[in-house]
């Protein structure tokens, strides 16, 4: 008899697991892509401005061993959203018994992307930001700075932070919601130079394919978190930083920061420090020096976004969230 697939929406994630649980299961996932226990081919990328469209979505597929599962993230960005109401991400996350085939469930993929990159970005600032930081950085007042802070709430005690957008209204906006939300005190700023200059962590998460931070105002010591699509730090600074640490190369140099470069031939794997997995496991240290101008560019692996999941599904069949339906 074939078994049914669990069905689970954006709020049903929240009430089968917590942030603690996902910052944790994003932190296992990186010591364990140093083994043989994933599978993770590379990314499919739909770019649809050829067609017009202002969107672009993704195929992530994997395997993970130690959870015995498999599954596909799909999942976009669409620009036009905002204008209708809708979120800019949107997704699906299909999770399936790698024996028989069956779908056993399929999940919003959006609050789960959303949570896992905010959780990513705070392993890689834990791993590589200099000691005793104390201040961040927002570049951009979205969804993602906002996943990311609370998730550095969870790591760090008490953070000075900063935020910068082209928009003056999401600034006060973020204020307000994080302020209330998770009682640090954040600081808006004119423009991003008065955000970024003297900041330990600088964390970018926009929508922009231009340079929003100079490399002048990256001091000595300070670790720069790119997390948007395009190239967010001025090309001066990806250049000559100490240290360029990535979640995977094959991706990064096709998409996010590094991919002009890359494309140019100005920037190579060779000119790659390490991968985030060789930093958590320990492999290769995150930080040599407290002066060390590092950047870490993720563009988001569907490994973590499967593993979050298959916990969120587990949880979810013991505490009896979510409809069931039987695809066969």
């Given at each position: 008899?074939?078994?049914?697939?669990?069905?689970?929406?954006?709020?049903?994630?929240?009430?089968?697991?917590?942030?603690?649980?996902?910052?944790?299961?994003?932190?296992?996932?990186?010591?364990?892509?140093?083994?043989?226990?994933?599978?993770?081919?590379?990314?499919?990328?739909?770019d649809m401005s050829g067609a017009g469209k202002k969107s672009w979505l993704n195929a992530l597929p994997c395997y993970v061993g130690f959870q015995d599962i498999a599954g596909l993230k799909w999942v976009g960005g669409f620009d036009d959203n905002k204008n209708k109401g809708l979120p800019y991400i949107m997704g699906l996350i299909i999770l399936a018994d790698p024996d028989t085939g069956e779908f056993v469930a399929v999940i919003d993929g959006a609050n789960i992307t959303n949570q896992r990159t905010g959780a990513t970005a705070a392993v890689t600032i834990k791993h590589t930001a200099c000691q005793g930081v104390k201040t961040v950085a927002f570049i951009g007042a979205g969804v993602q700075n906002r996943m990311t802070m609370r998730f550095l709430h969870i790591v760090y005690d008490d953070l000075e932070i900063r935020v910068s957008d082209i928009n003056p209204a999401a600034c006060q906006a973020f204020k307000l919601e994080m302020e209330s939300e998770l009682g640090w005190e954040v600081k808006v700023?004119?423009?991003?130079?008065?955000?970024a200059q003297g900041a330990d962590v600088i964390v970018t998460a926009t929508q922009a394919d231009a340079a929003l931070v100079m490399d002048d105002w990256v001091k000595p010591g300070a670790t720069a978190v790119s997390l948007g699509s395009y190239q967010e730090f001025d090309e001066q600074f990806v250049l000559t930083a100490d240290k360029i640490i990535v979640d995977d190369?094959?991706?990064?140099?096709?998409?996010?920061?590094?991919?002009?470069?890359?494309e140019r031939g100005s920037i190579d794997e060779k000119n790659i420090y390490a991968h985030m997995s060789e930093i958590v496991a320990g492999l290769k240290p995150g930080r040599t020096s407290q002066n060390e101008r590092i950047l870490t560019h993720l563009v988001g692996l569907g490994v973590h976004d499967i593993a979050v999941s298959y916990k969120a599904w587990k949880q979810a069949e013991k505490l009896g969230i979510g409809k069931e339906f039987s695809f066969i």
């Open positions: 008899m074939s078994r049914k697939a669990k069905l689970l929406s954006y709020h049903d994630i929240d009430k089968c697991i917590s942030r603690a649980e996902i910052l944790n299961t994003v932190e296992v996932v990186f010591k364990e892509q140093n083994g043989n226990n994933l599978i993770i081919p590379p990314k499919l990328h739909l700023m004119d423009d991003n130079s008065q955000a190369w094959a991706q990064c140099s096709h998409r996010g920061e590094l991919k002009k470069l890359a």
